[in-house]
């Protein structure tokens, strides 16, 4: 890479710093720090859910499941769609008839404090794994940008001769992308996360549609002949209707397996009910909600479109050589380093550097959002009960900052736990989150939608878990069941552990509302 692509990336962190210190001079109290004191507007909100959705993993891995496959994870985008509906009508208004800083405080009131930490712990060993995975994609692609950097290549040989350059890269792209991140967030809180959010969606997707252009640019015959290129390989079907659990990306698991996904991550889920909590009504938060769906599925469509895009110009285009760069020596395709691949390759000077800070963008809105959200679980769901502190009390500011920078730290170990992990990482990230989103969802549909006991709902999660790790080894069905399954499971087991307390005479457990 040209030294100009460094300098556009430094300016790029550069200015997320700035962000962060503009917004760090209004933190008065915890409520500042988590929800903004609910003085945002909608629209940057709606930006914000968006680009949080879209880390690296989408960036990256979404272009390859075009380039290996077709269209079909289009399916998937349009259940999000039905799931944001049903988040908007059943969970919104409850979120708003209080002064909650988490999602989690909901249960709290419905049943009780244990019930709420169960939740709340799961959401903070989820995020906590599915996003230590999401820095590693980060530094994959910032380690392909340094070892083209002939300099830094050969200064690997050095650093640490027993370990790969591929993996010294790696190494230390996670920490600095990390310490970046959490110094950021640390200083500004859920404000600064939400405006560079806003920042980081403009910057991504130009970077898409300029990477977009390049490589029309490099196809002879353009879009024409793309187009068709992609249909005669077959790439561009969208639906498949096939009934089969076990196949991931059909119209059935996409719809509906989909609309469940949503309705847990972005109705149950921390990371996102806190940009909702950020609005100054219900009727705002809906509305940032609903149009937040329409851009995504749109972004979906453009990112699944470059796939093709590369897919045409790598297939009969481009130097037979670069396949080596994301093919093992055994030949196996690596679809995550295509796009980096063509990024180092094809762009010119600058250009290269606005598409890789692209990518650093959507990776760093959702991890600046995983490390405020888990904070804010820590302290409100565990530590403020735990000390029996005033919701503005000064010591809940302090425990946030620290809380921050923990967990910047858990996440950091794991990415670097990662490295030797599969470098098809699109499927292990979704399928931690829908493993345990699933029991957290059924917690919610038990608490809103039935009369079941804190006892009940604790068995009921208790046996959704045992479930779900049946059908996980047992089974070969698609992780996009499984929230769906794990909802069913934990509600059919809490109204039936309602029914048997019932029946002994001990309708539950006494409320422990600490």
Same mark, same amino acid.
């Given at each position: 890479?040209?030294?100009?692509?460094?300098?556009?990336?430094?300016?790029?962190?550069?200015?997320?710093?700035?962000?962060?210190?503009?917004?760090?001079?209004?933190?008065?109290?915890?409520?500042?720090?988590?929800?903004?004191? @609910?003085?945002?507007?909608?629209?940057?909100?709606?930006?914000?859910?968006?680009?949080?959705?879209?880390?690296?993993?989408?960036?990256?891995?979404?272009?390859?499941?075009?380039?290996?496959?077709?269209?079909?994870?289009?399916?998937?985008?349009?259940?999000?769609?039905?799931?944001?509906?049903?988040?908007?009508?059943?969970?919104?208004?409850?979120?708003?008839?209080?002064?909650?800083?988490?999602?989690?405080?909901?249960?709290?009131?419905?049943?009780?404090?244990?019930?709420?930490?169960?939740?709340?712990?799961?959401?903070?060993?989820?995020?906590?794994?599915?996003?230590?995975?999401?820095?590693?994609?980060?530094?994959?692609?910032?380690?392909?940008?340094?070892?083209?950097?002939?300099?830094?290549?050969?200064?690997?040989?050095?650093?640490?001769?027993?370990?790969?350059?591929?993996?010294?890269?790696?190494?230390?792209?996670?920490?600095?992308?990390?310490?970046?991140?959490?110094?950021?967030?640390?200083?500004?809180?859920?404000?600064?996360?939400?405006?560079?959010?806003?920042?980081?969606?403009?910057?991504?997707?130009?970077?898409?549609?300029?990477?977009?252009?390049?490589?029309?640019?490099?196809?002879?015959?353009?879009?024409?002949?793309?187009?068709?290129?992609?249909?005669?390989?077959?790439?561009?079907?969208?639906?498949?209707?096939?009934?089969?659990?076990?196949?991931?990306?059909?119209?059935?698991?996409?719809?509906?397996?989909?609309?469940?996904?949503?309705?847990?991550?972005?109705?149950?889920?921390?990371?996102?009910?806190?940009?909702?909590?950020?609005?100054?009504?219900?009727?705002?938060?809906?509305?940032?909600?609903?149009?937040?769906?329409?851009?995504?599925?749109?972004?979906?469509?453009?990112?699944?479109?470059?796939?093709?895009?590369?897919?045409?110009?790598?297939?009969?285009?481009?130097?037979?050589?670069?396949?080596?760069?994301?093919?093992?020596?055994?030949?196996?395709?690596?679809?995550?380093?295509?796009?980096?691949?063509?990024?180092?390759?094809? $762009?010119?000077?600058?250009?290269?550097?606005?598409?890789?800070?692209?990518?650093?963008?959507?990776?760093?809105?959702?991890?600046?959002?995983?490390?405020?959200?888990?904070?804010?679980?820590?302290?409100?769901?565990?530590?403020?009960?735990?000390?029996?502190?005033?919701?503005?009390?000064?010591?809940?500011?302090?425990?946030?900052?620290?809380?921050?920078?923990?967990?910047?730290?858990?996440?950091?170990?794991?990415?670097?736990?990662?490295?030797?992990?599969?470098?098809?990482?699109?499927?292990?990230?979704?399928?931690?989150?829908?493993?345990?989103?699933?029991?957290?969802?059924?917690?919610?549909?038990?608490?809103?939608?039935?009369?079941?006991?804190?006892?009940?709902?604790? $068995?009921?999660?208790?046996?959704?878990?045992?479930?779900?790790?049946?059908?996980?080894?047992?089974?070969?069905?698609?992780?996009?069941?499984?929230?769906?399954?794990?909802?069913?499971?934990?509600?059919?087991?809490?109204?039936?552990?309602?029914?048997?307390?019932?029946?002994?005479?001990?309708?539950?457990?006494? @409320?422990?509302?600490?």
């Amino acid at each position: 890479m040209h030294p100009l692509d460094l300098t556009v990336l430094a300016a790029y962190l550069g200015a997320t710093w700035l962000i962060a210190a503009r917004f760090a001079r209004r933190h008065d109290s915890a409520a500042d720090y988590f929800v903004t004191g @609910r003085r945002v507007p909608w629209w940057a909100v709606m930006a914000s859910i968006v680009a949080t959705e879209t880390s690296t993993v989408t960036f990256v891995s979404i272009p390859g499941l075009a380039f290996t496959g077709d269209l079909r994870f289009l399916q998937l985008a349009l259940g999000y769609q039905v799931g944001r509906v049903a988040i908007v009508l059943f969970l919104m208004p409850a979120y708003f008839r209080g002064e909650l800083m988490t999602a989690y405080e909901l249960l709290g009131t419905r049943f009780d404090s244990r019930v709420r930490r169960i939740a709340s712990g799961i959401f903070i060993a989820t995020r906590s794994l599915a996003d230590g995975l999401r820095l590693f994609a980060t530094g994959l692609i910032v380690a392909i940008m340094l070892l083209s950097v002939p300099a830094l290549a050969e200064a690997t040989d050095l650093a640490a001769p027993w370990l790969s350059p591929t993996a010294q890269a790696l190494v230390a792209a996670v920490i600095v992308l990390g310490f970046v991140t959490i110094g950021y967030t640390w200083v500004g809180g859920m404000t600064a996360v939400i405006w560079t959010d806003v920042a980081q969606l403009v910057l991504y997707l130009i970077g898409a549609l300029v990477a977009a252009a390049i490589l029309i640019d490099g196809i002879p015959g353009g879009l024409v002949e793309a187009w068709s290129v992609a249909a005669d390989a077959g790439k561009l079907r969208v639906f498949d209707a096939s009934m089969s659990l076990t196949r991931s990306y059909t119209l059935w698991s996409g719809v509906i397996g989909g609309a469940f996904l949503t309705a847990a991550t972005h109705g149950t889920d921390q990371l996102l009910v806190q940009r909702y909590l950020s609005c100054t009504s219900a009727r705002q938060a809906s509305q940032a909600l609903l149009v937040s769906g329409v851009v995504v599925f749109a972004q979906f469509a453009l990112f699944l479109g470059l796939g093709l895009l590369l897919y045409v110009f790598y297939t009969h285009h481009a130097p037979a050589a670069e396949l080596a760069a994301f093919t093992t020596p055994a030949g196996q395709l690596q679809p995550d380093r295509i796009l980096p691949t063509f990024i180092v390759n094809h $762009l010119p000077p600058g250009l290269a550097g606005l598409v890789c800070g692209s990518a650093l963008a959507a990776a760093m809105s959702t991890l600046s959002s995983s490390l405020n959200s888990l904070s804010a679980a820590s302290v409100n769901d565990f530590y403020r009960p735990w000390r029996r502190l005033a919701a503005g009390a000064p010591a809940l500011l302090v425990a946030a900052r620290r809380a921050t920078l923990f967990w910047g730290l858990v996440l950091v170990a794991v990415a670097l736990a990662a490295i030797g992990l599969s470098q098809r990482i699109v499927d292990e990230v979704l399928g931690i989150a829908s493993f345990t989103n699933g029991l957290v969802l059924g917690l919610f549909a038990l608490g809103v939608g039935t009369a079941a006991s804190p006892a009940a709902a604790f $068995l009921g999660v208790a046996g959704g878990a045992m479930g779900m790790l049946a059908i996980r080894v047992l089974t070969a069905v698609s992780w996009q069941w499984y929230v769906l399954a794990g909802a069913v499971l934990t509600v059919v087991c809490g109204l039936l552990a309602h029914r048997l307390l019932e029946g002994f005479g001990t309708p539950g457990l006494e @409320r422990d509302d600490r």
